[in-house]
């Protein structure tokens, strides 16, 4: 495997992690020292919404700060479009993104509508912008150091 | 081309044929005696929903199981964030997907209404889950043996 | 970085400069004297809707006859699922394509309403279909030649 391959391959199971709110998995995605920093990216002017030092800190905040899929419920955070820079043991990566938030329909009682047909759900795109993690090579592998969410929409965070 | 793009392009291959309903281009794509199988993913419980043998059964269940497009009507079934591992000659792929329906608009025949711009018609997407085939190096080129498709939905076949 | 990743990597670059309204970016990516087509693909008969010849010319394009983002706007366009085939000094692409809009909501004065959480705003994919560019070499950096782009909406210009 190429090294921008492998590079791409954090950033997917980077969101295998948030989607399944697995915060081992997170955290062994970034080095101990980590920091990851989002911004409300408003038109060009940034507006720091967050930061967090630390790998483990880094995975427990997404179990730890995301709400729980409700019942039939998921989430897919998709990628796209990734520039992928590698310059010896260092790579930044810059990946557009978009959130997915699923809801699955229960099945009635009394049987699906007559008409019903394909996929019973709705599918909403609820979160969009920029992930921009840089990373290093360490003992082989590759690991966020710094990271750059910059999202599209102002957040109302949990409690805000 | 290494073979992980390789890997990759053949499930571009397999949304193609899909989108174009085109079963002899889906066929190709799998070994002889492959295995499809799909599941409601309900939360991390599965619930089978089908298995389909051999690789004509399966292309032709791709044309003959999905409704064809309708006037202005087309599909795209998009995968993201692919997870690749190749071990000699077998590979798995794991991806998310999310499927758009889309329907153009007819122009009306007094014209399109004052002030209307851009694309004139709805995407919706109506489908997500996980593809996961593994695949095989036959005489060279990769082929889908076993194929997974996790549904994040419940689904209602036609007639069901 | 291979052949097939830099190729990859010019359509990146492309819908970052679609998204910024960055002529000079999308220009740079093009031969001097490129052709881009781009046709409404109506269940698979092609409608011409306009040709542009000049790296130029298509560069101002992208700023000339798109619309700016309004405030807290954005837009993403995202592809997906490349088949890529490099041939010597000369490479196709296909990828499928879906444009995401973006609409960030204004934090009211008196405050978010009790109970909002998570991203405020809205996204909604507006256009989708096919970008088919061709590549060319030259110095060592891979230029599309000709872009032939197939959208699945009916087109309505700006004054048309």
Redesign the interface.
């Known amino acids: 495997?190429?090294d921008?391959?492998a590079v791409?391959?954090v950033?997917?199971?980077y969101?295998?992690a948030v989607d399944h709110r697995d915060s081992a998995a997170m955290s062994a995605l970034f080095v101990a020292d980590a920091v990851a920093e989002s911004y409300?990216?408003?038109?060009g002017t940034r507006e720091k919404l967050a930061e967090l030092t630390g790998a483990e800190t880094i995975g427990k905040a997404v179990a730890g700060l995301m709400?729980p899929?409700p019942?039939?419920?998921?989430s897919?955070h998709?990628?796209?479009?990734?520039?992928?820079e590698?310059d010896g043991d260092e790579a930044t990566l810059d990946a557009?993104f978009?959130v997915?938030s699923?809801q699955?329909?229960e099945?009635p009682a009394e049987g699906?509508p007559v008409g019903?047909?394909?996929?019973?759900?709705t599918?909403?795109?609820?979160?969009?912008g920029y992930y921009q993690p840089r990373l290093r090579r360490v003992d082989g592998a590759w690991r966020i150091f710094h990271h750059t969410i910059l999202?599209?929409?102002?957040?109302?965070?949990?409690g805000?």
Not at 151 to 158: A, C, G, I, K, S
């Open positions: 495997m190429d921008e391959r791409a391959q950033l997917a199971r969101v295998r409300y990216n408003n038109g709400a899929h019942p039939r419920g998921w897919h998709t990628t796209h479009d990734h520039i992928i590698v557009q978009v997915f699923i699955g329909h099945r699906w019903a047909s394909g996929a019973q759900g599918i909403t795109p609820i979160e969009s999202l599209d929409q102002p957040l109302v965070l949990p805000g």
